[in-house]
């Protein structure tokens, strides 16, 4: 099985932005912890970080026929792009939606997610945990 944990704009800023909450942990260490845990269930995963929206789209048709999984934190692109939407719509490649934070509790402008409509499962507030959890969810087939 091979999955894609995607991260968009200011994800590389982990463990310096607002670790109120985002937490302490970095990027890097957020990638290992997601390496460390794919490798002890068998699973190729592959992580990508950009700031660009149209990097992350590019990436995200980069998957198609050869990925069986999308984790992916847009980001504040959560909130604005449509082509983010667009993309994980026509490749079809099953995708959860992850977000560090709790989002139903922060500013009213983050309660909207684009990304959402095309996703088959969206976990928030767990931390980087929620990385981990979203690859198990689609390790094991669940799907709607």
């Known amino acids: 099985m091979k999955i894609l944990v995607i991260n968009g704009p200011n994800l590389n800023m982990l463990g310096i932005r607002e670790p109120v909450h985002y937490g302490r942990e ?17 699973i190729e995963a592959e992580c990508y970080q950009s ?34 939407l667009d993309a994980v719509k026509a490749v079809g490649i099953p995708t959860v939606e992850v977000h560090i934070s709790k989002l139903e509790e922060r500013e009213e402008f983050r309660q909207i997610s ?30 709607p």
Not at 114 to 122: E, F, G, N, Q
Not at 130 to 141: C, R, S, V
């Open 51 to 84: 700031n660009h929206e149209g990097d992350l789209v590019d990436k995200i048709q980069q998957a198609y026929g050869n990925t069986d999984g999308i984790v992916i934190n847009p980001g504040a692109y959560t909130h604005t792009s449509i082509a983010l």
């Open 26 to 42: 970095t990027y890097a260490d957020l990638v290992q912890k997601i390496r460390q845990h794919c490798s002890k269930r068998g």
């Open 114 to 143: 684009y990304i959402r409509l095309a996703c088959v499962k969206t976990i928030t507030g767990h931390g980087t945990q929620g990385y981990l959890e979203a690859i198990d969810y689609l390790a094991e087939g669940n799907e």
